[in-house]
Structures are given as structure tokens and as C-alpha cells.
């Protein structure tokens, strides 16, 4: 069977809360062209991995922790609201990190797809600036002109505790997640 996979850093309860305070008052903003997503599927993408047969989950679960194992757990600052992606037209609300957060995630990022290239899995890497958020809601594409400007600054702040398999199921209501396999960061 193929499942649907990424590797993510999911966010704790108390910083899924904060960010839920913060952004009840924005929905008032925005019409009921924009699909608000549940907080059970905010999460941190660090790599995507399409779709891949069983056979392939022993391979991603040991890649996982060999990468958790070399890295001290990650700040992760979440800092501002902003339209993604970042060029052309907008598609998403996202929660976007520092620059400090994504040098820290890119190298970790990079040897977890290198790994896994190295032991045969196959999955669509890119090659752009890593740039990690957080997708709050979805739209259909809308100029910025259009959208409500936003000047929302959030700093919030977590220590990552480990990178996590993710399944994506794909229903007409979106997509929803279920961790199938964590490996932790070293916490020093």
C-alpha cells in the first residue's frame, strides 16, 4: 500500500494555544473564501515525500533517528504572519520562523534528505531556500492587493523535540494527519 509521507516537527499543545488566541480575532477579517485550518494539523514540513509503499517506512523511521541522534534539539521562534508562498500569487496564511530557527533547520533538513537519497528512497527534492512556517489556513490565489494587510508579530518560542513521520490522508473536507514514527533530538 502507498501512503502519503513528510517528515515535520510538530508543535506542543501550549504554543498550538497561544497561536490559537492570536489568531481567533484574524478569522473576522477574512471572508468565507478562506479555510481555516484545525489546529491538530499545524505543523513544521521539513521534507515532503509523496507517496511511498510500506516497504519504505523501516528505511524513513531509521533515517529519522540516525538525523534526530546527530542533532541538539532546535529553537524553533516563530515571529510573523504572512502570506505564502512567498512569490506570486498568495495561496496560504502562514506562521513564519526567524532566521535564526532557519539556519538551524536547513542543516538538519539537508542530512535527512541526503540520507534517504543515500539508502534509495525516492521523493521530489527541491533545492530552494528552505524557509519553515506553519500553514494556518488556505485559499485560492488571491493578489496581495486583495488580502488584509497583516502586521501581526508573534514571538513565540519552543525547543523541537524530535522530527516525526507523518501520513497525510487527502478528504474533500483537507488533508489530515497521523504520526506513524517520532525519533527525539538530543536535548543535551
Same mark, same amino acid.
Given at each position: 500500500?502507498?501512503?502519503? !509521507? ?8 501550549e ?5 490559537s ?27 515532503? !515525500? ?16 540516525d538525523?534526530?541522534d546527530?542533532f ?54 527541491t ?22 494587510? !497583516?502586521d ?8 523541537a ?18 504520526? !506513524?514514527?517520532k ?6
Amino acid at each position: 500500500m502507498k501512503r502519503r !509521507l513528510f517528515v515535520a516537527i510538530n508543535l506542543p499543545d501550549e504554543i498550538k494555544t497561544a497561536i490559537s488566541r492570536k489568531i481567533d480575532r484574524l478569522q473576522s477579517l477574512f471572508g468565507e473564501q478562506v479555510r481555516f485550518l484545525s489546529s491538530s494539523s499545524w505543523h513544521i514540513t521539513m521534507s515532503f !515525500l509523496a507517496y511511498q509503499e510500506d516497504e519504505a517506512l523501516p528505511t524513513i523511521i531509521d533515517a529519522i533517528k540516525d538525523v534526530a541522534d546527530k542533532f541538539v534539539a532546535p529553537d524553533i521562534d516563530i515571529t510573523n504572519l504572512e502570506y505564502g508562498p512567498q512569490s506570486g500569487l498568495a495561496r496560504m496564511l502562514w506562521l513564519t520562523t526567524n532566521s535564526h530557527t532557519a539556519e538551524q533547520l536547513g542543516p538538519i533538513k539537508k542530512q535527512l534528505e541526503n540520507l534517504l537519497i543515500d539508502r534509495g528512497l525516492k521523493f521530489p527534492r527541491t533545492f530552494k531556500s528552505f524557509h519553515p512556517h506553519i500553514t494556518l489556513a488556505k485559499f485560492s490565489q488571491v493578489s496581495r492587493k486583495e488580502l488584509p494587510e !497583516l502586521d501581526e508579530k508573534l514571538g513565540l518560542s519552543f525547543v523541537a523535540n524530535g522530527l516525526e513521520i507523518m501520513e497525510s490522508t487527502l478528504k474533500r473536507s483537507g488533508a489530515e494527519y497521523d504520526s !506513524l514514527s517520532k525519533a527525539s533530538f538530543d536535548l543535551l
